[in-house]
């Protein structure tokens, strides 16, 4: 093992070279032994008819080796792409010596008849060579060393995942985990592979000393890549995984960099690829303006925008901080893309109405994507008054002057939380919708319309972010009630949905976006607790490693969310986007509310505001509960 150990340390021309002469010996030994086989003894012939024939074929196999590029493929991984080129360069050259035999005066049966055994002994010498070497390099490389692990696919990923691992000091793959069944109780790559489904699973690969699972079939679908993580959920291992195809194919990432599971592959679904008639529609070579271009959904929009080629972007944010970081990664963004959009940011509120007159006297703008709003339930729910002025009145005075200025399309974003409404977040989101519906009617030049969702992952007030934290620090993971339940969907996908059902509307329309099947929160935090490799510690399991704490629902918190507050809906041409139709509210008499609301708090006496009578008095079902 020692002399293998100091082989690793070689440079590559003398490793190369190692293998050159390896494979001139083992040709110059397939040519006599196919001889032999062929004459059916052994022949009497020349010294100098040997000799010849000795170096033609040492210099023959490398020679072919070489242009086929046999040495560039890594020892060892023993890919099935290193059979299938041993096989090439021995048919090769096999071929070329029958060619040989054949102009040298043989006849033309005997040459191809010693052509192809010399190529079959050479590639049973080329497989059975490298196996044994692959063998003695990766047992080197792996004894008794580091983290011992299972792989979950033993396909051509998983198998070059365990070479990559042996050559480290941190890892030791010491079993396969695979589907098919052809392969169970077969080696692969030395290793064992085992039946994911086995009742005995658990003990045989505790008994392994088995700490870690990693998942090695990069080219999953997002679907069939959540039933096998719900699956490996309920052991008691850390999982983690290989990145995905799309991410090895860009060079983004390496096989061998390892990575926690996302709480996106536990809820994930197949995408459906967009429609670039609507992406494009409402941005390409627009004046495009995203309010609250800072938080989790305006920042995405941003960068979806952007990579849709405006021809300027401005972005409207009131955190400075926010403001800087958007900038910076848009700045970065556009350098990379090459393109000549216009950006501009500006800091700044929705509620003020002078500063968003001058952002449309200065710049042509096409299209409004209105992300900024205050959505942090229990925060709002103390602060009812700015939640009313920065959500509702913040929606009016952005809606009017950007109707005054003649923007082509308007999209407010929206929530699950303004669907009959607990609580004055969603109340007050709620107004927002019944603003934006009723200026559909007032300002017919301008398409508005809004969408309506539920909870992204990975947003500033997702509990994805949370139970994470929580867990790292050794828990309790808090949880307001058992039952509680949420829908969920990836930012990106949101916000690609979000930029498509703006392009369908004419005029008034909710959408509403398919969120999947809801989530219960209670078993989301399990899960995330079992992949980190750790236990839920409860009544049956006292010893476990994190505590799940019921601390009771937050004030104006729901079981459950809806996205639809009658059974009007229909589809559209995407499939993940519905069209719902709503009732409306009366233009006058809202705009009146809205006004002598707007001037109350201009004048100072907003103590005298009675928020939560006013959403009561506009949103059916708030304030009955």
Not at 36 to 59: E, F
Not at 515 to 526: F, H, S
Request: charged share 20%; glycine share 10%; proline share 5%.
């Amino acid at each position: 093992m020692l002399s293998f150990s100091r082989l690793e340390t070689l440079p590559r021309s003398a490793k190369l070279a190692i293998l050159i002469t390896s494979d001139s010996v083992m040709a110059a030994v397939a040519v006599w032994f196919a001889v032999l086989l062929r004459a059916g003894g052994i022949p009497v012939l020349p010294g100098l008819y040997i000799s010849i024939v000795t170096v033609l074929v040492m210099l023959l196999v490398p020679a072919v080796a070489i242009v086929f590029g046999y040495y560039r493929l890594v020892l060892r991984l023993g890919t099935p792409t290193l059979v299938a080129r041993s096989a090439l360069v021995s048919g090769v050259s096999g071929l070329i010596l029958g060619g040989i035999g054949w102009y040298g005066g043989t006849t033309l049966m005997h040459a191809l008849g010693l052509g192809a055994v010399f190529a079959l002994v050479l590639f049973s010498q080329f497989v059975l060579s490298r196996a044994f070497a692959r063998f003695l390099l990766n047992r080197n490389g792996g004894r008794g060393r580091g983290m011992v692990v299972a792989i979950y696919g033993a396909g051509a990923a998983g198998q070059q995942l365990a070479a990559m691992l042996r050559r480290t000091a941190e890892y030791h793959p010491l079993v396969f985990l695979d589907d098919a069944p052809d392969l169970h109780g077969r080696m692969v790559e030395g290793l064992p592979v085992l039946a994911p489904g086995d009742a005995k699973l658990v003990g045989q690969l505790q008994s392994k000393g088995v700490e870690q699972i990693y998942l090695a079939i990069p080219s999953l679908k997002a679907t069939r890549r959540r039933e096998i993580l719900e699956s490996l959920g309920t052991l008691p291992f850390h999982v983690r995984s290989v990145p995905g195809l799309p991410e090895l194919m860009s060079g983004d990432a390496k096989l061998d960099q390892l990575t926690e599971i996302s709480i996106e592959d536990l809820l994930g679904r197949d995408p459906v690829p967009p429609i670039p008639g609507l992406l494009e529609k409402c941005v390409r070579a627009k004046g495009v303006l995203i309010t609250g271009g800072g938080g989790s959904i305006g920042s995405e929009l941003c960068r979806q925008v952007l990579a849709l080629q405006p021809r300027e972007l401005v972005v409207l944010e009131r955190s400075e901080i926010a403001l800087y970081h958007i900038e910076q990664e848009l700045l970065t963004q556009a350098a990379a893309l090459g393109r000549a959009t216009e950006l501009s940011f500006q800091l700044g509120s929705v509620t003020d109405a002078p500063r968003l007159q001058r952002i449309f006297a200065e710049f042509d703008i096409d299209t409004v994507y209105h992300a900024a709003a205050y959505k942090h339930v229990p925060i709002v729910e103390h602060n009812p008054l700015e939640g009313l002025r920065n959500n509702a009145l913040g929606t009016w005075k952005l809606a009017r002057v950007a109707a005054a200025a003649g923007v082509g399309y308007f999209v407010l974003i929206s929530t699950d939380k303004a669907v009959r409404p607990t609580n004055v977040m969603g109340a007050t989101k709620r107004v927002s919708e019944l603003i934006v519906q009723a200026l559909a009617d007032e300002y017919p030049d301008s398409v508005f319309s809004m969408v309506r969702f539920g909870n992204v992952l990975d947003s500033s007030g997702s509990v994805v972010p949370l139970f994470r934290k929580q867990i790292e620090n050794g828990g309790p993971i808090t949880l307001t009630h058992q039952e509680v339940t949420r829908f969920f969907m990836t930012i990106p996908e949101a916000v690609q949905l979000v930029i498509q059902a703006g392009a369908m509307a004419s005029g008034g329309e909710v959408f509403v976006l398919d969120m999947g099947e809801p989530v219960k929160i209670l078993d989301l935090a399990t899960k995330m607790v079992r992949l980190s490799g750790l236990t839920v510690r409860d009544r049956t399991n006292p010893k476990g490693n994190i505590a799940i704490e019921v601390t009771g629902l937050r004030p104006g918190e729901k079981l459950y969310e809806e996205l639809l507050i009658g059974g009007d809906i229909s589809g559209t041409e995407h499939p993940r986007i519905l069209r719902a139709q709503e009732r409306k509210a009366d233009w006058n008499r809202l705009e009146e509310e809205l006004q002598s609301l707007d001037s109350a708090m201009r004048e100072g006496i907003s103590s005298a505001v009675d928020v939560r009578g006013l959403l009561g008095r506009w949103v059916a079902g708030y304030g009955a509960q």
